[in-house]
C-alpha cells in the first residue's frame, strides 16, 4: 500500500517567515491533494496537483508536483496566524478502480506573532 | 446548504456498547467516506461508498459496520464499542470519487472506557 511521509512533523515560525513542508510517497503518485485543519475541526482542502511539474497557488500558498522525485512540497510565504493548523498531504495510489485516497500523519504549523 | 454534518461531536462509551455515529451531506454527492484520526497515525479510511446501496472497506474496517441507504446519508455503527476505537471520526463526501475536492464534517470525538 502507498504511503506518504510528510516532513517536518511539526514547525514554529515566526510571523512573517516563509517556510517550506514536504511530502514524499512510496510509491507513483497520480494526484497529490494538500489539506488544512484547524483543531478540532474537519480538513479544508488546498489545493490539488496532477501533472508533474504542476505548480499552483492560493494566496501566498504554494504547492509544486515533482513526478520523478514522488513529492510534493507546500510553500507558505510571510506566514500569518491565521496559516497555523495542520497540513495534510494525501494521494491517489490509482490501480485501476480505486475510490481511496491515502493521508500523511500531518505537520502542525505554529505561526507565532 | 449545510454541507457535511455529524452527529453527535462528542461520546462517551463503555467497552461492549454499541452506538450509531451519524453523517448526512445535501450536496447531492455520490462518493461518501469515514475516516479516524488518531496521533501519530494520521487519517485513515474506515468504510467508503460510491452511491446508494454500494459499500465497501478501507484502511481499517473491523468493529465498524457502514450501509448506505440514501444519497444523503451514510452511518457508521461500532457493534461492540472497545478502547481501541477511541479516536476522533470523519466523514467526507465528494461528487464521484476521492480525487475530487472531498468535503469534510467537524468530526465526533469518541471516548470508549
Known amino acids: 500500500s502507498q504511503e506518504l511521509e510528510q516532513s517536518p512533523q511539526s514547525l514554529i515560525v515566526q510571523e512573517g517567515k516563509n517556510l517550506t513542508i514536504n511530502c514524499t510517497s512510496s510509491?507513483?503518485?497520480?494526484?497529490l491533494y494538500w489539506y488544512k485543519q484547524k483543531y478540532g475541526e474537519g480538513l479544508i482542502f488546498l489545493m490539488m496537483?496532477?501533472?508533474?511539474?504542476e505548480e499552483k497557488s492560493h494566496e501566498k500558498i504554494t504547492a509544486k508536483l515533482d513526478e520523478k522525485k514522488q513529492q510534493s512540497s507546500l510553500h507558505i510565504t510571510a506566514s500569518q496566524p491565521s496559516h497555523a493548523g495542520i497540513y495534510l498531504c494525501?494521494?491517489?495510489?490509482?490501480?485501476?478502480?480505486?475510490?481511496?485516497?491515502?493521508f500523511g500523519k500531518g505537520t502542525l504549523l505554529t505561526v507565532n506573532p | 446548504n449545510a454541507g457535511v454534518t455529524q452527529t453527535p461531536k462528542f461520546q462517551v462509551l463503555k467497552t461492549g456498547q454499541s452506538m450509531t455515529l451519524q453523517c448526512a451531506q445535501d450536496?447531492?454527492?455520490?462518493?461518501m467516506s469515514w475516516y479516524r484520526q488518531d496521533p501519530g497515525m494520521g487519517l485513515r479510511l474506515i468504510h467508503y461508498?460510491?452511491?446508494?446501496?454500494?459499500?465497501d472497506q478501507g484502511e481499517v474496517p473491523n468493529g465498524y459496520n457502514v450501509s448506505r441507504s440514501t444519497t444523503e446519508d451514510f452511518p457508521l455503527r461500532l457493534l461492540s464499542a472497545a478502547p481501541s476505537q477511541t479516536s476522533v471520526y470523519f466523514c467526507?463526501?465528494?461528487?464521484?470519487?476521492?480525487?475530487?475536492?472531498?468535503?469534510f464534517g467537524p468530526g465526533t470525538r469518541l471516548l470508549v472506557l
Open positions: 467526507a463526501s465528494s461528487y464521484s470519487d476521492p480525487t475530487e475536492t472531498q468535503y
Open positions: 510509491k507513483t503518485l497520480y494526484g
Open positions: 496537483l496532477q501533472k508533474g511539474g
Open positions: 494525501g494521494a491517489d495510489s490509482r490501480g485501476g478502480s480505486n475510490y481511496k485516497l491515502t
Open positions: 450536496m447531492n454527492h455520490e462518493y
Open positions: 461508498s460510491v452511491g446508494a446501496g454500494i459499500t
